[in-house]
């Protein structure tokens, strides 16, 4: 079992910057890769970006150049800075983790943590 908490979102203003935090704990074997996916209002959840234990990171296009994972295997945790955030980022973002190579799916991440909100206004 593996916990996921994610921290850090918040309100900004569109164009500013966010860093979320994603801390893990539990039997840390089985979070070979972390993601991060979001769902905003009315919307499905989507995937964001996702990084494996590498550092190999792959992104959704609407986010490329804009945000950045990162992960420290040391502290078992995973990062997404946010800038130039734009209206359409606002959502509940959710850390993820699978015990194995990337992928860009929902169901294939089976340890999620409770979600931050991340408002973005105009």
């Known amino acids: 079992q593996v916990q996921l908490v994610e921290s850090g979102g918040g309100l900004v203003q569109a164009g500013g910057s966010l860093r979320l935090s994603c801390a893990a704990s539990?039997?840390?074997?089985?979070?070979?890769?972390m993601g991060w996916f979001r769902q905003g209002p009315g919307k499905e959840r989507e995937f964001v970006a996702a990084i494996d234990w590498r550092g190999a990171s792959t992104y959704d296009d609407s986010v490329k150049a804009r945000f950045t994972i990162s992960r420290n295997n040391a502290k078992n945790s995973v990062y997404l800075q946010m800038n130039s955030l734009k209206p359409e980022d606002t959502a509940v973002y959710y850390c993820?983790?699978?015990?194995?190579?990337?992928?860009?799916?929902?169901?294939?991440?089976?340890?999620w943590g409770q979600g931050t909100q991340v408002t973005v206004s105009s």
């Open positions: 539990g039997y840390m074997s089985s979070v070979y890769t």
């Open positions: 993820a983790g699978r015990s194995s190579a990337i992928v860009t799916t929902r169901l294939g991440y089976p340890d």
